[in-house]
C-alpha cells in the first residue's frame, strides 16, 4: 500500500483533496494528513477571532470525512526526505509521496524582544491568546499594531468595533498605506481610520520591543499590548531542510511544484517560492495544480512541458462589518461592495467545503 502524506489542513492541501477525493486516488494508495489541530482553520479571518468579533466555530471547518483519509495530530518535529519519514511527536510515519503545506510563521527581523514581547494571529491558538490577552485590558489601554499590510489593517478595523474604548497604533513602514497599490486604495483605508480613532504611523521602524514600550526609529512609546503583522517566513521545520530556498527561507521548486532533488515532494502555500506573495488563493491554485501533476503521474501520462500560470485575481479586506477595499483584476473597490464580496467568497469556500 502506498501512502501520500499531505503534511497541514492548510488551503493548499484542502484543495488537493478535494481534487482527488473520492475518485481519483488510485487502488492501492492511502492518503494521511498530518496536523497539529482536529479542523482546518481560515487563517485570513483570525484577525477576527484576535479581536473578539468572531468565534472559535466561525474560523475553522471539519476535514473531510472519507473513508480514505488517515489522519494524524500532532506537531511535526523532523522531516527526513532521504529516508521518507516524518516524525510526529512520538510517532513515525513514513511516505511514497509528500506535500509540505506546513505554512508559515511571524518574522521578527531579528528585532529585539519582538518574538517575546509581542503577540500574534499566525495560527488559531496564537490568535485566541490574543484575544484573551485583549479582553483583559482596561478602558483607556494602548494597542501597538506593528505592520500595515492586509493583516495588520483588518486587525485595526475590528478591533476599533470590538474594543470603541481602547487607542489603537498602526504602525506602517511605508509612507502611506498599502503604498504599492493605487492612492484610491490607500486614500479609503486612510480616511476610515482617521474617522474611527486609529493613529497610523507611518515611515516607522520598530528596532526594538521592551514590556509596556515599543521603540520607533530608536523612541519608545508606552504601550500596553503589542501584536505583531510585521512579515513572516516558512516555519523552521522546512528552513532547516537540506534543500535549495530562497532569501525568505521559502523553497525553490520546479515548474511541477515539487522539489527538484526530491520529485517525490511537493511544497504548497506559504512555504513555496512562487511569483506571488503567499495568501490562500495562492495556495489554492498551487493545490490544483499539484493535483493535477499527481493524477497525471498515477495514470503514466505525460507531464506538460509547461505548466499553466498561477494567475491572482487580487485581494479583499474587510474594514470593519459593513466597509472593505478590493483590489480585483487591477480595479480598486470600496465601500459596502468590497465588505460583500468579502462575505461572498468566504461563504462560497465554505459551502464548497462541506
Given at each position: ?7 497541514g ?9 478535494s ?11 492511502r492518503?494521511t ?31 473531510p ?7 494524524v ?11 521518507q519519514?516524518?516524525?510526529?511527536g ?7 509521496e ?7 510563521e ?11 514581547h509581542t503577540?500574534s ?38 478591533l476599533?468595533?470590538?474594543r470603541?474604548?481602547?487607542e ?6 511605508g ?28 515611515n ?10 515599543i ?26 531542510l537540506?534543500?535549495?530556498i530562497?532569501?525568505?527561507?521559502r523553497?525553490?521548486l ?11 515532494v ?15 488563493q ?17 495514470n ?7 505548466m ?7 485581494f ?8 472593505g477595499?478590493a ?12 465588505s ?11 459551502y464548497?467545503?462541506?
Open positions: 500500500m502506498k501512502n501520500i502524506v499531505l503534511l489542513g492548510g488551503y493548499g492541501n484542502m484543495r488537493i483533496m481534487r482527488i477525493l473520492p475518485n481519483a486516488l488510485p487502488e492501492g494508495y492518503l494528513l498530518i496536523d497539529r489541530m482536529p479542523f482546518h482553520g481560515l487563517k485570513p479571518e483570525f484577525y477576527a477571532l484576535a479581536a473578539g468579533t468572531k468565534s472559535d466555530k466561525d474560523v475553522r471547518m471539519s476535514f470525512n472519507d473513508a480514505n483519509i488517515n489522519t495530530y500532532g506537531e511535526i518535529n523532523d522531516i527526513n526526505l532521504d529516508e519519514i516524518i516524525s510526529v512520538n510517532s513515525k510515519v513514513d511516505y511514497d509528500l506535500v509540505i503545506g506546513l505554512g508559515c511571524d518574522k521578527y527581523h531579528n528585532v529585539p524582544g519582538a518574538d517575546t503577540h494571529i499566525q495560527t488559531l491558538s496564537k490568535a485566541r491568546d490574543t484575544f484573551h490577552s485583549i479582553s483583559e485590558l482596561p478602558k483607556g489601554a494602548k494597542v501597538a499594531i506593528v505592520g500595515a499590510g492586509l493583516s495588520g489593517i483588518e486587525l485595526a478595523s475590528e476599533r468595533e470590538s470603541a474604548d481602547l489603537i497604533l498602526l504602525y506602517d513602514r509612507p502611506r498605506i498599502l503604498r504599492n497599490f493605487p492612492e484610491k486604495l490607500s486614500n479609503y483605508i486612510s480616511k476610515w481610520f482617521s474617522k474611527h480613532d486609529v493613529t497610523v504611523v507611518p516607522s521602524v520598530i528596532d526594538k520591543v521592551e514590556p509596556g514600550q521603540f520607533n526609529n530608536g523612541v519608545p512609546e508606552n504601550v500596553d499590548l503589542v501584536v505583531w503583522t510585521a512579515g513572516i517566513q516558512p516555519v523552521e521545520v522546512v528552513r532547516n537540506p534543500i535549495d530562497n532569501n525568505n527561507g523553497v525553490i520546479n515548474q511541477y511544484h515539487q522539489i527538484p532533488t526530491y520529485p517525490n511537493y511544497v504548497v502555500g506559504d512555504c513555496a517560492d512562487l511569483p506571488h506573495a503567499p495568501s490562500a495562492l495556495a489554492e491554485l498551487q493545490g490544483e495544480q499539484i493535483a493535477d501533476v499527481m493524477k497525471k503521474q498515477w503514466n501520462e505525460p507531464l506538460p512541458e509547461k499553466p500560470e498561477l494567475k491572482v485575481q487580487g479583499l479586506g474587510s474594514l470593519g462589518d459593513k466597509q477595499f483590489y480585483i483584476m487591477d480595479r480598486t473597490v470600496t465601500g459596502r461592495l468590497a460583500i464580496l468579502k462575505s461572498g467568497v468566504l461563504w462560497l469556500y465554505k464548497h467545503n462541506g
